[in-house]
């Protein structure tokens, strides 16, 4: 299984951008997706994930209502879109998917098994 995100960038307070994670690698309908971000100094925390049906599960109080994920089958691509990004949102994103389908989302990072090599998002005030 492979993960690929993109969409990183350098942007101002209040602006917008989507972040992409195309998986490959085995069928990616079936599997619970997460959102990680890390900040420099700082540990790996999750954002928000999406179940395997499509439904959101745990946004971050801290991006709520400025985060959507959303999920296309056909594509095999997880997205990620921020908006209103403030500084405070500058980290690493990774996306993230676990071994067994069918399966809930996760918060904890142990729980997953396969990362995308992260997207540098940076926020400038």
């Known amino acids: 299984v492979q993960l690929q995100a993109s969409g990183g960038g350098l942007v101002q307070t209040g602006d917008s951008l989507r972040l992409s994670c195309a998986a490959s690698?085995?069928?990616?309908?079936?599997?619970?997706m997460g959102w990680f971000r890390q900040a420099p100094g700082k540990e790996r925390e999750f954002v928000v994930g999406?179940?395997?049906?499509?439904?959101?599960?745990y946004l971050a109080d801290s991006v709520k209502g400025r985060f959507t994920i959303s999920r296309d089958n056909a594509k095999n691509t997880v997205y990620l879109q921020m908006n209103n990004l403030k500084a405070e949102d500058t980290a690493v994103y990774y996306c993230?998917?676990?071994?067994?389908?069918?399966?809930?989302?996760?918060?904890?990072?142990?729980?997953?098994?396969?990362w995308g090599q992260g997207t540098q998002v940076t926020v400038s005030s």
């Open positions: 993230a998917t676990v071994s067994q389908p069918w399966t809930g989302v996760s918060r904890s990072a142990e729980d997953y098994d396969y």
């Open positions: 999406i179940r395997w049906g499509g439904g959101t599960a």
């Open positions: 690698g085995r069928t990616f309908s079936t599997y619970a």
